[in-house]
Nanobody, 124 residues
């Protein structure tokens, strides 16, 4: 699985940005896609994720609820992240993520795939 992210850039506080990510390769094996972010000296953290088949179950970090919206385009193996009411603390490198779960007799095995990061900078 390969992931290609786009859409980062500069925004003013209170503004909006939209990130997109397209998956290629063995896309039929992807169970979920989402976005993580990372700032220098901090661990990468989940922003939002969405299940890619069936019901579009979503998961948001607390800071993303009410401001960010994740959506999917399953026909094109894409996910989008709409970010509204951006704050300076949203400044980070955002990474697209895809998850594949392999069901095994003992326990499920998770495989994570990552795209290149895209920088989001929010000015005050």
């Amino acid at each position: 699985v390969q992931l290609q992210a786009s859409g980062g850039g500069l925004a003013q506080a209170g503004g909006s940005l939209r990130l997109s990510c397209v998956a290629s390769g063995s896309v039929s094996t992807i169970n979920a896609m989402g976005w993580y972010r990372q700032t220098p000296g901090k661990e990468r953290e989940l922003v939002a994720a969405i299940v890619m088949s069936g019901y579009a179950m979503t998961n948001y970090a607390d800071f993303a609820k009410d401001r960010f919206t994740i959506s999917r385009d399953t026909a094109n193996s894409m996910v989008h992240l709409r970010m509204d009411d951006l704050k300076p603390e949203d400044t980070a490198v955002y990474y697209c993520n895809a998850v594949r779960i392999v069901v095994r007799p003992d326990e499920p095995q998770r495989f994570d795939y990552w795209g290149q990061g895209t920088l989001v900078t929010v000015s005050s």
